[in-house]
Structures are given as structure tokens and as C-alpha cells.
């Protein structure tokens, strides 16, 4: 049985389509943060910025607990900028870097802030950063976005 000539099969033509950067930026940096939330609600975060402060920590002394607000911030400028950058950037290679990257830098901030006499609260960013960049990565490569071209 012979195809016809415009014939696709479906799961070749996912590429074909046209891939955007602002609202499938929004939507990943938007459901990264919910997602953290969503994690921060049942005391998953908490948990881990425990497990990561036992690890990290050196001194017995208490240490000052970042505000909400300042954590919260970090989470969205992690999610939002780097689902707009990978979107941005061409090259699979170029995106993965980025995203391993911004991982680097969010996870550094833990030493830095017990250093700084803080509580090392980085699960929630790099939760966001982590679900953010992977998102991004998955629907660049299931589309044909203008800086690959």
C-alpha cells in the first residue's frame, strides 16, 4: 500500500513546529517556582536545606536565617533567566552548558552563605533552577526555534 505523497507520520513532525521564547519562558520559569512551592508546602525543602547544612556546615554557631522574600527572589531569577537564556542561545551543546552552569553557581551559594554566617538555604533555587533549565532544554529540542536557525 503506497502513502500518499503529503504524508507525516506523526512523531516525525514534532520538530517542525515553531518554537517560541517569551510565553514558554513564563509558563517554565512560572511552574519551576510552583513546583518548589509545591515542595516547600509538604516540608520537602526544609529537609533538604537541613541535609545540605549538615553537610556544608563547619561551626556550632547559630546562624542567621535568610528572609523569605530574598530566597523566593533567587528561586524566580534562577527559573525565569535561565528558561529565557536556554531559549535564546542556539546549539543543544550551548543550552546544556548554561544549564549546568547556572546548577554550579546556585549550588555555590551554599558555602558562601555559611561563610557568611548564614543558614545555607539553596534547595528551593536550585530546585526551580534545576526544573527550569530542564524544560527549557526538552522543548528546544522539540521545536525549531528562531536561534537555531
Known sequence: MKEPANFKPFMSSFRESEGHVLMPGLAIGS????????FGSVGIMDR????????????????KSLPLWAVWAAAAVGAFSLSFLILSVPGTWRRVVLWISALVLVAGWGPVLVLAGRFPVVAV???????AGLCALVYAS????????
Open 31 to 38: 511552574l519551576a517556582l510552583v513546583l518548589a512551592a509545591g
Open 142 to 149: 522539540r521545536h525549531r526555534m528562531a536561534a537555531d536557525k
Open 48 to 63: 533538604a536545606n537541613d541535609g545540605i547544612a549538615g553537610i556544608i556546615q563547619v561551626g556550632g554557631g547559630v546562624a
Open 125 to 131: 533555587p536550585l530546585l526551580a533552577t534545576f526544573w
